[in-house]
Structure formats: structure tokens, C-alpha cells
T-cell receptor, first 114, second 115 residues
Framework: GDSVTQMEGPVTLSEEAFLTINCTYT??????LFWYVQYPGEGLQLLLK?????DKGSNKGFEATYRKETTSFHLEKGSVQVSDSAVYFC?????????????FGDGTTLTVKP | GAGVSQSPSNKVTEKGKDVELRCDPI?????LYWYRQSLGQGLEFLIY????????KSGLPSDRFSAERTGGSVSTLTIQRTQQEDSAVYLC?????????????FGPGTRLTVL
């Protein structure tokens, strides 16, 4: 079945450090890929997405590129802030006959220290 | 506008009791999803409703779990004869449609504790 593997956490960085959270996937077709974020005390919300190969999703300084050849969707940010401290989830969603089913990774907790 | 709402926010029950969890999706959203999030784990897909189509129940872990969606809007997830391993946060999400690239909007979740 479909699966998403995320870099294990927790990740602790100093403010202004470079962030990479790795995400790889296994899917039988061509999924759409997502990063969701859960800030402390809040619900999950979409951070960015990409719907086809080589697409780059970006938002709030975060970027991720859909790499079909490596089945990856790594999340990056050039300079993190304390306010980026949250849990990040990589997810895939299929279309066609399997539309609706989403598969999530286990989440990566990021803590940014001033 | 209003987001996805869920009730109750917390539920503590005794083993063997039945519980009902409610989800109010965003108005106009045709797709509705239920997930379970256990401590330190990712989201586990439970069930998906899309319009008037038959729901995708492939993620329900046992026949003690069931869900319905009335009038294409409000959904109720029912867990019968609860067990301690059912303790988790149950999340509901809705989206404008069920297509692959569509963003899901999540509710705040219901934290279920089975004693």
C-alpha cells in the first residue's frame, strides 16, 4: 500500500539555521504531495503542496519540490524562526479510483531556539 | 467563515461503553474524512465520504467502528464497546471536493480516553 516516511525527530535548531525535513513516499500511482503543520495548541493546517512531478510548493519561506525520480518531497527553509516551532507532517493523496484516501507520515517535531 | 468543528473536545469513558464523536464540516464541502492520531504517531485514515457516493470504509480498524454522514453535512463517528487501545485524538477534515490535489481543512479534534 501507499506509505510516507519522514525524517525522525525531534529536530532542534537555533534561530536563522537552515532546515531540511526529509520525506519519501511509496505510491502505486501519481499522488499529490502535501506538507501540513500543527502549531502548539492548534489544529493541522496546510503549509504547501505540489500536484505533479517537478512542481515546487512554497509558503512562509518554506519550499518543497516534488521529485518523482527519488519519490521525495523534502521540506526546506533557509532561515528558521522561533515561530516555526511546530510538528510537520508529510502526506500524499491519490486521485482516480482511490481518491480521498490520504496517507500521512508520523510527523517531525521542530523546536527553534532563540 | 466557520471552520471545521468537532464535539466534544474531550471525552473520557469507561471500557466497554459506546461513544459518539461529531464533526461539522465547512459549509459547501462535499468531502469529509476521519482520522485517528495516537500519541507520537501520524494520522491514520479511518473513513472518507464524498457527496452521495458510498463511503470508503477501508481504514476502519474493526467492526466496532462506524460512521455516518447525514444530509451530506454533519458526520458522526461511533465506537462501540470501547477498548483502551481506542484512546487517541480523532480528527475530522473536510475539503471542497475529493480530488487528489485538494486541501483538507482539519478540525481541532476530539481527545478520547478509555479507562
Amino acid at each position: 500500500g501507499d506509505s510516507v516516511t519522514q525524517m525522525e525527530g525531534p529536530v532542534t535548531l537555533s534561530e536563522e539555521a537552515f532546515l531540511t525535513i526529509n520525506c519519501t513516499y511509496t505510491a502505486t500511482g501519481y499522488p499529490s504531495l502535501f506538507w501540513y503543520v500543527q502549531y502548539p495548541g492548534e489544529g493541522l493546517q496546510l503549509l504547501l503542496k505540489a500536484t505533479k512531478a517537478d512542481d515546487k510548493g512554497s509558503n512562509k519561506g518554506f519550499e518543497a519540490t516534488y521529485r518523482k525520480e527519488t519519490t521525495s518531497f523534502h521540506l526546506e527553509k533557509g532561515s528558521v524562526q522561533v515561530s516555526d516551532s511546530a510538528v510537520y507532517f508529510c502526506a500524499l493523496k491519490m486521485g482516480g479510483a482511490n481518491a480521498g484516501k490520504s496517507t500521512f507520515g508520523d510527523g517531525t517535531t521542530l523546536t527553534v531556539k532563540p | 467563515g466557520a471552520g471545521v468543528s468537532q464535539s466534544p473536545s474531550n471525552k473520557v469513558t469507561e471500557k466497554g461503553k459506546d461513544v459518539e464523536l461529531r464533526c461539522d464540516p465547512i459549509s459547501g464541502h462535499t468531502a469529509l474524512y476521519w482520522y485517528r492520531q495516537s500519541l507520537g504517531q501520524g494520522l491514520e485514515f479511518l473513513i472518507y465520504f464524498q457527496g452521495n457516493s458510498a463511503p470508503d470504509k477501508s481504514g476502519l480498524p474493526s467492526d466496532r467502528f462506524s460512521a455516518e454522514r447525514t444530509g451530506g453535512s454533519v458526520s458522526t463517528l461511533t465506537i462501540q464497546r470501547t477498548q483502551q487501545e481506542d484512546s487517541a485524538v480523532y480528527l475530522c477534515a473536510s475539503s471542497l471536493e475529493g480530488l487528489a490535489g485538494t486541501e483538507q481543512f482539519f478540525g481541532p479534534g476530539t481527545r478520547l480516553t478509555v479507562l
